[in-house]
Each structure stands twice: as C-alpha cells, then as structure tokens.
C-alpha cells in the first residue's frame, strides 16, 4: 500500500529550530520525526511513501541514501502537479513580494 506524506512546511512556528533543517528531521526522544511517521504508517500495512517535499528537501536524501526508513520505501514527486502550478502563478502575481516564500519566488510561470 502507498501513501503520501506531506513534509513541505518550513516549520515557523519552531524557529529557529528548524533553521537548518525540515520539522520532520527534527528528533523526538532521539528519532527524527518523519521515521515515527513511516513506523506508524508501516504498523498499518503502507510499504512505500512519497514525500511531498518543499523546504529543505536534500536533508531527508543525505539522511536516508537508501530511499528507505522504518521499513518503508520512500520517494519524491518527480515534479510539481501541473493542476497546482497555475494556483501558484496566480498567487505569485496578486501577492505582495514581502509575503512570498523563498521557494515560491523561483517558480516559472
């Protein structure tokens, strides 16, 4: 079974623990986040993961070379959904640029 693990956030509200790295590389009583997350979708049968990446997204590959943590096999989308690119466009346009995310303001549009 698969699912999809939304790890894109930078994690604000935790500054500035997470200016290094993504909220879900952060440790719980020693293990980072995002391997609770695998373990408990693992107990329920999931095998396979994709990260829905945004912040900081070579953190989990240095982290896990092997595409694989908790037993689950994880990968990445291979590129934006092209329903969401012209949400983010039409956003990038409306919004000031004193709001926009460093991730955002890369986007083609």
């Known amino acids: 079974m698969k699912a999809v693990v939304l790890v894109g956030g930078e994690g604000t509200r935790l500054r500035p623990l997470t200016l290094s790295a993504p909220k879900q590389m952060l440790p719980i009583v020693g293990v980072p986040m995002i391997e609770r997350v695998l373990s408990e979708l693992a107990k329920h049968g999931v095998d396979e993961a994709i990260l829905s990446l945004g912040y900081l997204p070579d953190a989990f590959a240095e982290a896990y070379p092997s595409g694989s943590a908790s037993g689950v ?31 955002w303001s890369t986007a083609t549009c």
């Open 73 to 103: 096999a994880w990968s990445t989308p291979s590129s934006p959904s092209p329903s969401i690119r012209p949400a983010r466009c039409a956003l990038l346009r409306t919004s000031p640029a004193s709001t926009r995310r460093s991730w």
